[in-house]
């Protein structure tokens, strides 16, 4: 894999830029890492539709000093964040996907799946559909990325491709 996908020196503690632990680290992210693209699958035997994933069902996995159990939808466009970032002073932790929601309101349960050079991730249903991933992730590069000769940059939303957001806002501001 090229290098431009790891960080100029080795970040003790990190699997490539994985995990993001402050401000300094999100904003030093290449933008090929703030991005993620949603892919319309076919979800219904015999049938021709094809639907993206609207929301993704996380397992709250701590809850000081409740200790709750819960299950809560987020927004596909919060979900690299909540995967890539680690806010050491959350009250609760999301980093179980237990299932997606499509946009046409059909359930599967789901799992993410962690690139172990890289840190970055996928999204795939229990029949193995890959239904989101993270720019890093194999050294995929999503539809708003360009690469450059020196990295990445953001080129904006492209007519008719998958659905893919980008993220420039610091989630730790």
């Known amino acids: 894999m090229k290098a431009k996908f790891f960080p100029k020196k080795e970040l003790k503690g990190h699997i490539g830029f994985y ?12 933008a090929v890492y703030k991005a993620m693209e949603w892919f319309p699958v076919t979800i219904m035997n015999g049938r021709d539709d094809k639907h993206t994933v609207e929301y993704v069902e996380f397992e709250v996995v701590y809850g000081e000093p ?6 809560v939808k987020v927004h596909v466009q919060e979900v690299q964040k909540i995967l890539f970032c680690y806010f050491k002073d959350a009250q609760f932790h ?10 046409n309101g059909d359930y599967r349960r789901a799992r993410w799946l962690q690139d172990t050079r890289t840190g970055a991730f996928a999204v795939v249903t ?18 708003q990325i360009k690469e450059t000769d020196d990295g990445f940059e953001y080129i904006g939303y492209q ?12 989630p730790f501001e």
Request: aromatic share 14%; proline share 5%; net charge neutral.
């Open 19 to 30: 995990p993001v632990l402050n401000a300094e680290e999100w904003d030093n992210l290449p």
């Open 126 to 143: 229990y029949n193995g559909k890959v239904v989101g991933r993270q720019g890093g992730y194999g050294g995929f590069i999503p539809n």
């Open 159 to 170: 007519e008719g491709k998958n659905r893919c957001h980008y993220e420039h806002l610091n």
């Open 94 to 103: 999301l980093h179980t996907i237990s299932g997606v929601f499509f946009e």
């Open 66 to 71: 409740y200790k709750i159990s819960a299950k």
